[in-house]
């Protein structure tokens, strides 16, 4: 907590004000973390080389991504602590949400980890086992979203993006509603993570997105105006949003095309989960399907593909799911794919701010 450090001293040098501000605690959130990354990257990578901590790639996959083998993974331990580190530097410690936002980061990153740990040593693509791992999601997420309903200031009303004062009431209902934000969006993300720079990007859009939305989610003021629910204490989470943004800028440094490393489960899982979190926080679950519509399409992509090759016997609707192997498939160079799904981002993300005024 340097803020409050810093900020205590603000009565005998008066530039200290700006410390209150979680504007400027955002921004510094996110150059921290993206220092950090950045500074880090190169260790983190010779190490990792040094452990041997190298990609499998599925002999089922792609032939083009072959040359991949043996690529440092594991880099989301360097997005993680960047971030941990951020916000313990800018944010609000006696937030409750903020530490909500931790323990998601370390729940979902010890799946990750242990799943790429098993791939590491037994040298398998499985890793952990699907059922294991959905297992493992949903005790966490569960976990988080009792903690959630619990809360005090904290309703279990669903708001309608894009209508005035619409709303449902879930009720209890509200808790495996949350469980399913947290491990969708965690899963998503993860199935999202196949080439170089493909994921990380869209999240560093969709996280930018919940700056906004955590920001005016904590001003009852401006909430208000806009006519979206107050969450009271949710403005902190802009600082952590800040520090994913800036260390998804700092990790893209290593991770973009050609990718010296990947975040592996360990960071896919946990920037996933935590996205989950945020826009469970500010109120915005449903908008996140807009937000983070790539990631949705992802795994549909997949689930269709499941359905619909064991309902007929064999047959697929696409050449190879997730869908950027889709694309690969029929010719398309892995920059193209990466940076056209980049571009269909950024247009999803700016269709989901307009909600806030088209309602």
Request: overall charge positive; charged content about 15%; glycine content about 10%.
């Amino acid at each position: 907590m340097l803020y409050k450090l810093l900020y205590f001293f603000h009565t005998e040098i008066s530039a200290l004000n700006v410390f209150r501000y979680i504007t400027f605690r955002t921004i510094l959130s996110a150059l921290t973390a993206m220092v950090i990354c950045i500074l880090f990257g190169k260790w983190a990578i010779s190490k990792l080389k040094e452990l041997q901590v190298g990609q499998h790639i599925r002999m089922s996959g792609p032939k083009t991504h072959m040359p991949k083998a043996g690529t440092p993974t594991m880099g989301g331990v360097l997005i993680l602590t960047s971030v941990t580190a951020a916000c313990l530097a800018w944010g609000d410690m006696q937030n409750i949400y903020v530490w909500i936002i931790i323990f998601v980061a370390i729940s979902f990153g010890a799946i990750g980890f242990l799943d790429d740990y098993i791939k590491k040593v037994k040298k398998s693509s499985d890793g952990l086992g699907a059922k294991s791992k959905l297992a493992l999601q949903t005790m966490a997420a569960l976990f988080v979203a009792v903690i959630f309903y619990i809360q005090p200031n904290f309703d279990s009303k669903l708001t309608i993006p894009f209508f005035k004062d619409m709303s449902v009431d879930l009720g209890l209902l509200y808790i495996p509603f949350i469980v399913f934000i947290i491990v969708g969006t965690s899963n998503a993300v993860n199935l999202t993570d196949g080439l170089d720079g493909l994921a990380i990007t869209p999240f560093i859009v969709a996280v930018s997105c919940y700056v906004i939305f955590s920001y005016i989610a904590g001003n009852i003021k401006i909430a208000g105006y806009l006519q979206l629910p107050y969450v009271f204490g949710a403005g902190e989470t802009a600082v952590v949003c800040g520090a994913l943004a800036g260390a998804g800028l700092g990790f893209l440094w290593f991770n973009g095309p050609p990718a010296e490393i990947f975040m592996g489960d360990v960071g896919s899982l946990s920037l996933g989960a935590m996205l989950g979190s945020i826009a469970v926080i500010t109120k915005q679950e449903i908008i996140l399907a807009v937000v983070g519509g790539l990631f949705v399409v992802e795994a549909m992509s997949v689930i269709i593909q499941v359905i619909f090759f064991k309902l007929t016997g064999g047959k697929r609707v696409f050449r190879m799911a997730p869908i950027h192997h889709h694309f690969e498939e029929k010719g398309w160079v892995e920059t193209k794919v990466v940076i056209r799904f980049w571009i269909i981002a950024i247009v999803l993300a700016l269709l989901a701010m307009s909600s806030l005024k088209l309602r």
